[in-house]
Structure formats: C-alpha cells, structure tokens
C-alpha cells in the first residue's frame, strides 16, 4: 500500500492544526486580541492548555513564512517614487514593565 505525502504544515509535528496557528494570528493582528487572552479563550472553550510562550512561537513560525512576501513589499515600496510615513507616536511599555514607557512610532 502507497499513501500521499502529507501537506506541508506551519508547524511541523504540532497537536493543533494550522487552522488553530492561522486564528491566532489573524486575532492577535486583525482583532487585536493579545495572546494571553487568547490563552485563556482556548483554555475556556476548547480545553487546550497553551501558554502565551507557545502562542508566540506561533506567530513568530507565521512571520518567518512570510518574510519573502515582506521582502517583495518592501522593493516595491522602496522603488516607488514617493513614500509617505506615519509619524505619531504611542507609549511603549519598556521590557522590564519598570519605570516609565518610552515613546515610539506607529
């Protein structure tokens, strides 16, 4: 008996199918909806026990799949001939959550 390779998936060997990684990304840019809450949801609702490290691994394994579509975005903005930037600023918590934020741009 021979059997098809399986698909590709975002996380090789993972206990959650991609469908999982893809909602935690889309919630967590698109809605808005920081990882620890969004360990919590997962918790309350479908029983899984992910802490926010694991989440987070996530989304960086999501960037680094993306880094060829950023790379071509960011040619075609630099070849254009205008470029305009947004320059307000919000305050950061600073790493530590110590002492004051610190300015940064959006």
């Known amino acids: ?6 698909p590709a998936r975002i996380i090789d ?7 999982v990684v893809n909602d935690t990304v889309v919630s967590k840019y698109s ?8 360990s919590v949801i997962l918790q309350r609702e479908a029983g899984l026990e992910l802490s ?5 691994g996530w989304v960086m394994r999501v960037s680094k799949l993306l880094m060829p579509i950023t790379a071509v975005m960011r040619r075609e903005l630099i070849c254009g001939s205008y470029i305009q930037a ?3 600023t919000v305050d950061v918590q600073m790493h530590d959550r110590r002492g004051q934020n610190h300015q940064a741009y959006l």
């Open 1 to 6: 008996m021979v059997t098809a390779p399986a």
């Open 13 to 19: 060997k993972a206990l959650v199918s991609d469908r």
């Open 31 to 38: 809605d808005r909806l920081p990882l620890d809450r969004q």
């Open 52 to 56: 926010r490290a694991t989440l987070d």
């Open 86 to 88: 947004d320059e307000t």
